[in-house]
């Protein structure tokens, strides 16, 4: 689905579009809750997927940092870290593109993903509030890259809830 060729046309659109003079303040660190459905392309292994990040406020080259924890109802997990980057498509709207390695586990007698290292890369669209928290749809796609003896490929479409680091330490 994702060939290194597509990949890179993608990063470099990606690229040229976060050139463009941003008409917002930064936005803080978030934690990004979400819940999906795992395996709902090949269906080898369907079920709900729960998802865990920290994305950072840090940028280098427009690029961010975060942190990723991911558990299926059919007992597969993913741990990983990567990079995102934020564009702003007007005040509100935020499409954000991301990839990190992960690490895997829970292979079932229905779906093997040949390795336990996956990359996965995502595209998330969000509505931006007034709070700067988001509220996004996504699409994912896990895959070992060929390193393995096989590499089945998984994806996963996922409801993201952001919500500012700030908001949740003023909870406390």
Request: aromatic share 12%; hydrophobic share 40%; charged share 25%.
């Amino acid at each position: 689905m994702f060939s290194p060729r597509k990949l890179a046309a993608a990063l470099t659109a990606v690229m040229i579009l976060s050139l463009a003079p941003e008409a917002r303040a930064d936005d803080p660190d978030f934690l990004t809750v979400s819940a999906g459905w795992f395996d709902f392309n090949r269906k080898k292994d369907e079920g709900g997927e729960f998802r865990l990040e920290y994305r950072s406020d840090y940028k280098l080259w427009g690029f961010k940092p975060f942190g990723t924890l991911s558990a299926t109802s059919t007992g597969m997990t993913f741990v990983g870290a990567g990079i995102l980057m934020d564009i702003y498509l007007g005040r509100r709207l935020v499409l954000t593109p991301s990839f990190a390695p992960t690490y895997w586990q829970g292979a079932t007698d229905d779906l093997d993903l040949g390795h336990a290292i996956e990359f996965r890369s995502q595209l998330e669209v969000a509505y931006r509030f007034d709070d700067r928290s988001r509220l996004g749809l996504s699409v994912s796609h896990y895959s070992n890259a060929s390193i393995g003896d096989t590499n089945p490929g998984t994806e996963s479409v996922m409801l993201n809830y952001s919500i500012p680091i700030t908001k949740i330490k003023k909870m406390f």
